[in-house]
């Protein structure tokens, strides 16, 4: 196992495989099937860390963990035009910038998936 690990995993449970899967963001192609969470949390990070020692050995790039990887806090979207006007109405309505009634839009969305 890698000593400084910092990859995102998620564990889910697989209803057609009826088994826990254990997955890497960073390594999408990779997954882990097992009885239990832990296990397939543990498997995954086995592979990982397997497939970055090979990468590694034949002197191949290597994905950067996504916990250390450096966020501007800007990246742009394109939107249709009629919705573009209807957000900058809105925002004006609620004596807002664009870019604030979008990040609060955003960061509101977030929330309403946790819950």
Same mark, same amino acid.
């Given at each position: ?6 990859y995102?995993y998620?564990?889910i ?6 088994e826990?899967?254990?997955?890497? $963001?960073?390594? =999408?192609?990779?997954?882990w099937?097992?009885?239990?969470? %832990?296990? #397939?949390l543990? /498997?995954?990070r086995?592979?990982?860390?397997d ?8 002197n ?12 501007s806090?800007?990246?742009? $979207?394109?939107? =249709?035009?009629?919705v ?5 109405? %809105?925002? #004006?309505?609620? /004596?807002v910038s664009?870019n ?6 955003l960061s ?8």
């Amino acid at each position: 196992m890698l000593k400084n690990d910092r990859y995102t995993y998620r564990v889910i449970w697989s209803p057609e495989d009826e088994e826990y899967v254990g997955l890497c $963001v960073e390594f =999408p192609s990779l997954s882990w099937l097992a009885a239990t969470p %832990e296990q #397939a949390l543990r /498997g995954i990070r086995e592979v990982v860390s397997d497939v970055v020692a090979d990468l590694q050995g034949n002197n191949e790039p290597v994905p950067e963990p996504l916990a250390v990887r450096h966020y501007s806090g800007r990246f742009v $979207v394109r939107i =249709p035009p009629e919705v573009h006007r209807e957000l900058a109405i %809105e925002a #004006a309505e609620e /004596g807002v910038s664009l870019n604030r009634l979008v990040s609060a839009r955003l960061s509101g969305s977030r929330k309403d998936r946790a819950a």
